[in-house]
C-alpha cells in the first residue's frame, strides 16, 4: 500500500445508482486525482426529439429523468411556446409553477435521505422518505402519477385542480412545513453527522463561479444565482414572492442546509400559489406547427439551471433538440471538491451535487479506434462489439 | 455423567446449538429493534413475527453458489471464515453460564479466562484482515486495512474498561467477578465509566454503524467481504451474530453480574442482560452516522483510552480505600 494505486468506482458501484465511471487515484486514505468517464446510459433522447412532433417529445423529454421529470417538460414547453409566440393563462402558469415546487420537495426530501445512507446514517434516510410519502401522494393527487405526471402542454397545464384538491396541497404541505424543522436541526447538530458534512467536499466561492457550478451547489456557496429570479419563468417575481436561499459554508453541511431551506421556501410558495390561484383557463390551444427559429429556454431544476435549445423548421417537428443537464454543469466542481479527499468523503461528496446521470449522459465518441471514422454502419458497429468482448470472458 | 454433562456443555448449552439459535435469535431482535426505531416493521413474515428470518437467510446463502477468484490466496481465504466461527464458537464456551463444576476451575473456567476472552473475542477482527488481505481485490484490500487501524484504535480502551471490573473484583475469573458483584451490587455503580466504553468498543468490534468503516458499502462494496460469497459469507454472518451474543455476555458477566442462580434463572439472567446491551448497540447503530477511520482513531485515542484509564485509577483508590 505504499504507492498510489487507481481505484474504480463505477460503472457499478452501491455508491452509485446510475452508471458511470470514476477513476480514483488514491494514496492509502487519501485521494490524489479523479477523472470521469461518461458515456454509459446514453439513450439518444435528443436524436428521437428529432423524429417526433412536439407533441410527442413533450413526453418523451419528460422521461429524460425520473425525479425531475418535470423540470425537463417544463423547459421545453416554454421554450416552444416562445416560438409559437403563445402566452399560457395566469392559472395555468401558476399550476406549472406549484408542480415544479412540489416536484422540488419531493427531490429535496430524497436527497436529504440519500446523502443520509451515503454517510452509512440510514435512520435519517428512512425518516425523510417516509415523509417524501406525503407529497408523493399529493403529486399523484393531482396529475395521476407518483413520476412522470405529464402536467405541461404547450399553451399551459393538461389538469386543473378542484377546491378539495386544494385543501389536500394545503393540509400536505402544512404537514411537511411541521416536519422539515428537524431534519434541518437535525443535519446541523448531530456529532456523528455535522463529523462527515462540515467541512467536507469544499468549493470556495470563486471556484463555484469559475467552474460555473449551478443549482444548491453554487447557492451553498454563496453565489446569489437561481433561474427563478435571475431569468424568471411560471409566473416568478412579477407574480409569485420568492427570495433566494444560500449560505457560505461552503462544504457538504452548507448544501444540507441550502436545501433544507429551500424546502421551507417551497412550501412558502405552494401555500402562496394555492391561496392566490387566480380563476379562469388553464391552457390556451396551441398550433401543430413551430414557425422557423430557435430559442433556449431556462428552468431552475432541483439540481440547478437547466437549459433546453431548440431549433424549429416551421414544420410539427424540431430540427434540433439539445439538453443541457445541472449536473453536466456540477461535474467539473465534483472533481474539483474530489482531490485531496478522504476516501470516505467520495459518496458524499458525489451525492451532494445530487447527481443525475440519466439527465446527464453524453456519447462519448472514441475517434481513433477505428481509423477516424465518427460515422459507423450497422455492421461495423457489431462486428467492433464482437471484437471489444472476444478476449473479456464474454461469448458474442 | 460427567463424559454426559462435557458433551451437553460443548453441544448444546453454552454450547453449539444454544449460540447458533441465541444468535439467529438476537439478530431477529436487532433487526426488529433498528427497524422500530426507524419507523419500519423489520422482518415480518419468515416464523412467527418474522422470527425465523435469520436462520432462512442463513440456509439461503449457505445454498447460494460460492464463488474464490482465481487470483486469491485460496487456502487462507477458504479458511478463515471457519477458523474465526470456531474462535468466537470457543468463546462462547467460557461464558460463565453454567458451572456443574462450580467453586473449583475447569477447562472452561479458570484464573485468567477474562484474557482467553477478550483474546478469541479478537481473532475474528485478524480473520476479518486476513478474509480482505487474501481476496486480492482492491475494495476488500482497503477494507484489510481499516480493520487492522480500527483494532488499534478500540482494542487498548476494549482491554482497559475491562480491567476495570476485574480489579475491583480482585479476579481474573469471571465466575468469580460476577459472584463479587452479585454479592455487592452497588459496586457496579463504579464501573459505569468503563461499561460505556467497553459497550462503544464492543459496536466497533462488531464493526456496526457508526464504527462500520471496514465495510462500508457505499465506499467499499462489501469492504473485507467483498469477494466472499454463498457459504463462507453465510459463516462470516453466523460469526458475527455469534460475536455479538459472547461480546454481550462477556461485558454482562463482567459489568452487570454476571448470570447467577444456577442452569434456569441463570438462563433467564443471560437473555435478559445481552437483550438490554443488545438494545444499546441498536439505538448507538440508529442514531449515528458512520464515522470516517481517521475520526475514529482520534475519538478512541482523546476520548475512549483517557477515559478508560481514569476509571482505571477510580478503581484502584476505590479498593484502596474502601473495605
Known amino acids: ?396 | 455423567m460427567d463424559l454426559f454433562k462435557i458433551a451437553l456443555y460443548f453441544l448444546v448449552y453454552p454450547g453449539l446449538l444454544f449460540l447458533f439459535v441465541y444468535s439467529t435469535f438476537v439478530e431477529w431482535v436487532d433487526r426488529k429493534l433498528f427497524a422500530r426505531f426507524q419507523n419500519r416493521r423489520g422482518p415480518l413474515y419468515t416464523g412467527a413475527a418474522g422470527l425465523l428470518q435469520p436462520i432462512a437467510d442463513f440456509v439461503k446463502l449457505m445454498a447460494k453458489e460460492d464463488i474464490v477468484p482465481d487470483s486469491a490466496d485460496k487456502p487462507l481465504f477458504n479458511s478463515v471464515p471457519v477458523l474465526a466461527l470456531a474462535a468466537v464458537l470457543a468463546s462462547g464456551l467460557l461464558l460463565p453460564v453454567w458451572h456443574f463444576t462450580a467453586g473449583m476451575q475447569s477447562a472452561t473456567s479458570f484464573d485468567g479466562d477474562i484474557i482467553v476472552m477478550a483474546y478469541l473475542l479478537s481473532l475474528p477482527t485478524f480473520a476479518y484482515f486476513l478474509a480482505g488481505w487474501s481476496s486480492a481485490s482492491m475494495y476488500a484490500s482497503i477494507g484489510a486495512v481499516r480493520v487492522l487501524t480500527l483494532l488499534f484504535s478500540y482494542e487498548v480502551p476494549m482491554f482497559l474498561a475491562i480491567l476495570s471490573p476485574a480489579v475491583l473484583a480482585g479476579s481474573w475469573r469471571m465466575a468469580v467477578i460476577a459472584e463479587y458483584y452479585q454479592q455487592h451490587p452497588l459496586m457496579l455503580l463504579w464501573n459505569i465509566g468503563a461499561f460505556a466504553v467497553a459497550v462503544v468498543a464492543l459496536q466497533a468490534k462488531l464493526e456496526r454503524v457508526p464504527f462500520d468503516i471496514p465495510e462500508a458499502e457505499t465506499e467499499l462494496v462489501g469492504g473485507t467481504f467483498t469477494e466472499y460469497s454463498g457459504r463462507k459469507l453465510a459463516l462470516f454472518r453466523l460469526l458475527t451474530d455469534v460475536q455479538m451474543v459472547t461480546g454481550a455476555g462477556f461485558l454482562a458477566a463482567l459489568f452487570l453480574g454476571g448470570f447467577p442462580g444456577g442452569l434456569v434463572p441463570g438462563f433467564l439472567w443471560l437473555v435478559v442482560k445481552t437483550l438490554a446491551i443488545v438494545f444499546i448497540l441498536a439505538a448507538i447503530k440508529a442514531v449515528t452516522a458512520r464515522i470516517r477511520i481517521d475520526q475514529m482513531v482520534s475519538f478512541s485515542w482523546s476520548y475512549l483510552a483517557p477515559l478508560a484509564l481514569l476509571q482505571l485509577v477510580v478503581v484502584i483508590l476505590v479498593r484502596g480505600y474502601l473495605p
Open chain 1, 1 to 396: 500500500m505504499s504507492d498510489t494505486f487507481v481505484l474504480p468506482v463505477g460503472p457499478q458501484h452501491p455508491a452509485l445508482k446510475e452508471p458511470t465511471s470514476f477513476r480514483f487515484k488514491v494514496d492509502g486514505e487519501y485521494i490524489v486525482d479523479a477523472d470521469l468517464r461518461l458515456g454509459y446510459n446514453h439513450r439518444g433522447i435528443e436524436k428521437g426529439c428529432e423524429a417526433r412532433t412536439y407533441v410527442q417529445d413533450t413526453y418523451l423529454l419528460e422521461r429524460v429523468c425520473g425525479i425531475c421529470s418535470n423540470a425537463h417538460m417544463t423547459a421545453f414547453v416554454q421554450g416552444v411556446e416562445k416560438l409559437m409566440g403563445i402566452e399560457p393563462p395566469l392559472r395555468g402558469l401558476y399550476i406549472r409553477c406549484l408542480m415544479g415546487e412540489l416536484e422540488r420537495i419531493h427531490s429535496h426530501l430524497l436527497w436529504l435521505g440519500v446523502a443520509g445512507h451515503e454517510i452509512g446514517f440510514d435512520t435519517f434516510f428512512m425518516y425523510t422518505w417516509r415523509d417524501r410519502e406525503v407529497v408523493m401522494d399529493l403529486l399523484e393527487m393531482v396529475s395521476g402519477n407518483r413520476v412522470n405526471y405529464g402536467m405541461q402542454t404547450c399553451g399551459g397545464v393538461r389538469r386543473d385542480l378542484d377546491g378539495v384538491q386544494i385543501t389536500q396541497l394545503l393540509d400536505g404541505v402544512a404537514a411537511l412545513r411541521a416536519r422539515t424543522p428537524y431534519y434541518l436541526n437535525l443535519g446541523a447538530t448531530e456529532p456523528t453527522m455535522v463529523a462527515r458534512i462540515a467541512g467536507v467536499g469544499k468549493l470556495p466561492k470563486e471556484k463555484a463561479i469559475e467552474l460555473s457550478a449551478v443549482g444548491p451547489t453554487t447557492r451553498a456557496s454563496g453565489v446569489q444565482f437561481d433561474v427563478r429570479s435571475d431569468d424568471p419563468y411560471a409566473g416568478f417575481v412579477e407574480h409569485i414572492p420568492f427570495t433566494i436561499q444560500t449560505d457560505n459554508g461552503c462544504d457538504v453541511l452548507a448544501r444540507v442546509i441550502v436545501r433544507a431551506k429551500e424546502l421551507m421556501e417551497c412550501y412558502n410558495i405552494c401555500e402562496w400559489i394555492l391561496r392566490n390561484l387566480p380563476a379562469g383557463e388553464i391552457r390556451v390551444k396551441a398550433p401543430r406547427k413551430v414557425p422557423e427559429g430557435e430559442t433556449v429556454s431556462r428552468v431552475e431544476a432541483q439540481r440547478g439551471e437547466l437549459i433546453h435549445y431548440i431549433r424549429a423548421n416551421g414544420t410539427d417537428k424540431p430540427d434540433r433538440v439539445k439538453v443541457r443537464a445541472p449536473t453536466l454543469a456540477n461535474w467539473p466542481a465534483t472533481l474539483y471538491m474530489l482531490r485531496g479527499a478522504y476516501l470516505a468523503d467520495i459518496p458524499i461528496i458525489m451525492a451532494a451535487i445530487d447527481p443525475c446521470l440519466s439527465c446527464t449522459d453524453r456519447m462519448a465518441v472514441i475517434s481513433d479506434v477505428r481509423g477516424g471514422e465518427k460515422v459507423w454502419d450497422w455492421e461495423t458497429l457489431r462486428q467492433y462489439g464482437i471484437e471489444f468482448h472476444r478476449n473479456r470472458g464474454i461469448k458474442p
